[in-house]
């Protein structure tokens, strides 16, 4: 995870630079505005932008969800109105068990808020690359490894493949990394959910096939793979829109 690390440093408007106690007041008005819920997406905690900003915190950072939970229960929330002191239970009203929802959601959280999650998939396959059964091409095995560490950091959802920026990560044209989806879909390795849409600047949403590969990132036989699939009995399942209606995925992520 090294190389992730370095590369995932950049910072979007999170101000880690605070002293903790301004830093967990911050984070907390931004949740208040952030929606909890969108359609055709799993559902997320009421506190899972506050989670993931306080993920950032280098006061926090690395921390177990308990140890974090202990931290921030010593830091005073003040109500935007009367500066009075909010508990958990005020803080997050929509949860029955703050304390408890917080711990949970600290441990699902893989990429702290305003880091990018492409530089940091980009990071994870450098560390650790997918060991191909028939490679066409360095940069293609490159470009498989970093869809298969997004669908890892987005587990159970869809995942998004920008041309222009995976181009200047894998130091290639736009056209080759249109080649490069291409291929990985007539392989089987990309499964396609929902066509980019230029108009509405939405861009095409894929699930990558991680039961293909082992925990040591080597790829499976097929035989091993339909063993796997048969004997998985609870795989994560995606939901998204296609056409008006929900279209289920089974992913095996390691």
């Not at 605070?18 to 931004?30: G, I, M």
């Not at 109500?79 to 029955?96: A, C, H, R, T, V």
């Not at 998004?160 to 995976?166: D, F, S």
């Amino acid at each position: 995870m090294a190389a992730a690390r370095v590369l995932a440093t950049r910072q979007y408007k999170i101000p880690v630079h605070l002293p903790l106690d301004q830093f967990v007041n911050w984070a907390w008005k931004e949740n208040l505005g952030r929606e909890r819920y969108e359609a055709g997406r799993p559902f997320r905690s009421p506190m899972w932008n506050f989670v993931r900003a306080c993920a950032a915190h280098p006061d926090l950072k690395g921390l177990s969800g308990t140890k974090a939970l202990e931290s921030l229960q010593k830091v005073a929330v003040l109500s935007p109105i009367g500066k009075k002191q909010l508990s958990w239970y005020e803080m997050f009203p929509d949860s029955d068990d703050p304390a408890v929802e917080f711990v949970t959601t600290w441990s699902k959280v893989r990429v702290p808020a305003g880091q990018d999650i492409l530089v940091y998939a980009d990071g994870m396959a450098r560390d650790k690359p997918l060991k191909l059964r028939n490679p066409i091409s360095e940069e293609y095995t490159r470009f498989l490894s970093i869809a298969f560490h997004l669908q890892y950091l987005r587990a159970g959802d869809y995942i998004n493949l920008p041309v222009a920026r995976l181009g200047e990560i894998l130091g290639v044209n736009e056209r080759t990394v249109s080649n490069y989806t291409q291929q990985a879909r007539k392989e089987g390795y990309l499964t396609l959910l929902q066509k980019h849409h230029q108009a509405s600047g939405t861009a095409a949403k894929y699930t990558f096939a991680c039961e293909r590969f082992s925990a040591e990132t080597d790829e499976c036989s097929t035989s091993t793979v339909l063993s796997h699939q048969r004997q998985s009995k609870f795989p994560m399942v995606l939901k998204v829109p296609q056409c008006g209606q929900a279209r289920s995925e089974a992913l095996c992520c390691p």
